[in-house]
């Protein structure tokens, strides 16, 4: 396993790099625009909340899953960028998946307090770390073999912040190496997908820069839903962010449905992959 002594180990209380802990309960703090437009704040707000309403959403494992996997490579001995971690579901994924070291990276202090607890079910949990960085101005790390971000990029309340995401995930990346990103449709980013527990709307008309919603459903209907904000941007903005940190080859990739979905009525996934509301970006870093 790659030397990684300078990270710190999941099985042991960890310390934060950049932004420190949260000095109050960020339910009770007051609530400005610009922190709620903000990821991290919207996660810390959401707090154990969200892992409750989002628990067991069936997208993941029934479309986000198949969708990434099948366009991975084989990450046996590989070192990973986990970008915007949530609860640490993908960097469990791609370490049972053989890779060398995940670094589970995320902004929120809440969502990392989720990931701590969830990695320590993890058959290779020892080759997982989490750190708690400002993603759009990460120190460097040691250059990863592959990066993936799930569902980051659309989270820049500018192209300014956008170019800032992209340069950082590019820098610590490995010449050659691939860059994957689920992230909102461009083309078709609104979805009344209230059925699957989670829908994304918008309150005006639908141009660059507009603020969508996404709302997470209980999937008992018991606790009050979860709403987040993220931003649309055209194809053309996202592959000019990308280009300018220095990735090519960019393609978007349609979602695809598992092959096991005997657990659910036929054609109960159609309008999701009829919608296409996510798509996945794939690029690779130039080489120097």
């Known amino acids: 396993m790659k030397n990684m002594?300078?990270?710190?180990?999941?099985?042991?209380?960890?310390?934060?790099?950049?932004?420190?802990?949260?000095?109050?309960?960020?339910?009770?703090?007051?609530?400005?625009?610009?922190?709620?437009?903000?990821?991290?704040?919207?996660?810390?707000?959401?707090?154990y909340h969200y892992k409750e309403v989002s628990n067991n959403h069936d997208d993941r494992k029934c479309?986000?899953?198949?969708?990434?996997?099948k366009r991975l490579p084989n990450?046996?001995?590989?070192?990973?960028?986990?970008?915007?971690?949530?609860?640490?579901?993908?960097?469990?994924?791609?370490?049972?998946?053989?890779?060398?070291?995940?670094?589970?990276?995320?902004?929120?202090?809440?969502?990392?307090?989720?990931?701590?607890?969830?990695?320590?079910?993890?058959?290779?949990?020892s080759r997982i770390v989490l750190m708690n960085e400002d993603l759009s101005r990460m120190r460097g790390i040691l250059h990863a073999?592959?990066?993936?971000?799930?569902f980051l990029l659309h989270y820049a309340k500018d192209k300014n912040m956008l170019e800032k995401l992209c340069r950082n995930i590019a820098k610590n990346l490995k010449p050659g190496s691939p860059f994957f990103a689920l992230n909102s449709n461009p083309d078709n980013p609104l979805f009344n997908g209230e059925k699957y527990f989670c829908d994304i709307s918008a309150s005006g008309n639908l141009e660059e820069g507009s603020i969508l919603t996404i709302t997470d459903y209980d999937k008992k209907h018991i606790l009050q839903p979860c709403k987040f904000q993220i931003f649309q941007w055209s194809k053309e903005t996202y592959e000019s962010a990308l280009r300018k940190a220095g990735f090519d080859d960019i393609k978007w990739h349609d979602l695809v449905l598992s092959d096991d979905t005997s657990a659910y009525s036929p054609g109960y996934w159609d309008h999701y992959i009829s919608?296409?509301?996510?798509?996945?970006?794939?690029?690779?870093?130039?080489?120097?």
């Open 275 to 288: 919608n296409q509301p996510t798509q996945l970006i794939e690029c690779r870093k130039v080489r120097s």
């Open 145 to 150: 073999d592959v990066a993936f971000a799930g």
């Open 75 to 125: 990450l046996e001995n590989l070192f990973i960028h986990d970008l915007a971690t949530g609860d640490a579901s993908w960097a469990k994924l791609f370490a049972d998946k053989g890779a060398d070291c995940v670094a589970a990276i995320d902004e929120s202090e809440y969502q990392l307090e989720i990931a701590k607890e969830n990695i320590r079910v993890c058959k290779r949990k």
């Open 63 to 69: 479309i986000f899953v198949p969708t990434v996997i």
């Open 5 to 47: 002594n300078f990270l710190f180990n999941p099985n042991l209380s960890f310390s934060y790099g950049g932004i420190g802990r949260l000095s109050s309960n960020p339910f009770t703090a007051p609530l400005l625009e610009t922190q709620f437009l903000d990821r991290r704040y919207q996660f810390n707000s959401a707090g």
